[in-house]
């Protein structure tokens, strides 16, 4: 008898498991206040959901559905300023899938792209202070286990979160919720990294990317190609990716590859579309509640000083830089700087002048490897 029972339930979980309907993945876009969701077809449904709530959300009663027939997209015409979170389920008439990945949207009518925009100034969202104590690992490596490749990738056990500070800078695609609310839970601010201005073939979001859009690859990164700022789309992606970072509980961002002007990106990108990118990103965090860090370009930072939070730097004492990030100093904003040369570990004597010419700038200097995996690291605080 036990054994008809055993081979009952198997065949009955075979079965199920038979009948089990794959979750879609849905992709949103917007124009304006303009929202459009589209969603790969399931094999074997019979119809779609569409559920969503209001951002902030608010508990498990906020959660509203539509019927979507057959159909695979939907769109609708909303309001500035509307957030939501939107998922979609497939089902047939046994059985319904689980949730599809779920994206957060935030409208704004507001111009994409203006030199002349002002600074977001009201809101509230964290303001890390000079001299903060910091950790910045974007890379999976254990300990003495150097990875060099690009696109290798970290996962939650990969983080060490033991180092006694106040934040972390870890990836944004990479780092799971749980990641990042169990180092919020110890105590500490996460600020999540993304690449604003370069395209990665690895990231989960590359498809939304039009040909027209990649330029040069980036010098010591081949697998990466500068964007074309200018383009609308590309500051629809980066706004995702900002949503993205709002939807995992990052505190802030760091965007990085922001000063195409600078570079032979392929693209006739001047100083004031710089200007333009960068404050959208900026602005845009803000509206969302992040805090935003304004990744090395240094000839722009007194155009910028009132739109970042803090400057991220890499190797200003390396080739003689730093004094042009005095100015977030002077207002109350941190200096996270980075400095990658070997001869800062081994020479004792080099390393302790590196660390009293930073703690006299009160900047937040740690020596880490270019691969930022954590396979080596010194704190000058």
């Not at 009201?122 to 300990?143: D, M, S």
């Not at 100083?271 to 935003?292: M, P, T, W, Y």
């Not at 990658?340 to 490897?369: H, V």
Request: charged share 20%; proline share 6%.
């Amino acid at each position: 008898m036990l054994i008809i029972l055993i081979l009952f339930l198997l065949l009955t979980n075979s079965l199920a498991l038979a009948d089990a309907l794959n979750p879609p993945v849905i992709l949103v876009t917007q124009e304006g206040t303009k929202i459009s969701a589209t969603w790969s077809p399931v094999p074997n449904a019979s119809g779609y959901q569409l559920f969503y709530a209001p951002f902030p959300f608010t508990g498990p009663e906020s959660i509203k559905n539509v019927d979507m027939g057959n159909a695979t997209s939907g769109s609708i015409e909303l309001w500035d300023g509307a957030a939501f979170i939107v998922a979609v389920k497939a089902h047939n008439d046994a059985v319904s899938s689980n949730y599809s990945n779920i994206e957060l949207f935030f409208l704004s009518k507001a111009p994409l792209l203006d030199p002349d925009a002002p600074a977001v100034t009201t809101g509230n969202w964290y303001k890390p202070p000079v001299a903060i104590t910091w950790q910045w690992q974007l890379k999976a490596a254990k300990k003495g286990a150097m990875k060099n490749a690009m696109n290798d990738t970290t996962e939650d056990n990969d983080i060490d979160m033991n180092y006694p500070v106040q934040l972390y800078d870890i990836d944004l695609f990479n780092s799971s919720p749980s990641l990042i609310n169990t180092l919020k839970a110890s105590g500490k601010k996460v600020i999540c990294y993304f690449s604003a201005g370069s395209y990665e073939d690895f990231r989960a979001d590359k498809d939304k990317f039009q040909p027209a859009e990649l330029g040069n690859p980036l010098d010591d990164w081949p697998d990466e190609r500068w964007l074309d700022i200018r383009s609308h789309n590309v500051a629809e992606i980066m706004i995702s990716r900002l949503n993205l970072a709002l939807l995992k509980g990052c505190d802030g961002v760091e965007p990085d590859n922001i000063d195409a002007y600078q570079n032979n990106s392929g693209f006739d990108i001047s100083a004031r579309d710089q200007l333009a990118f960068n404050k959208l990103i900026a602005n845009e965090a803000h509206k969302r509640g992040l805090s935003v860090g304004l990744k090395n370009d240094l000839d722009q930072i007194p155009d910028l000083i009132n739109y970042f939070d803090f400057s991220i730097n890499e190797q200003c004492h390396e080739f003689h830089e730093c004094d042009a990030l005095i100015n977030f100093i002077a207002n109350g904003k941190p200096v996270l700087n980075a400095e990658y040369q070997q001869s800062y570990m081994d020479n004792p004597a080099e390393r302790q002048a590196l660390c009293d010419i930073s703690k006299g700038a009160q900047f937040s200097t740690l020596i880490l490897p270019a691969a930022l995996d954590d396979s080596r690291r010194f704190s000058c605080f």
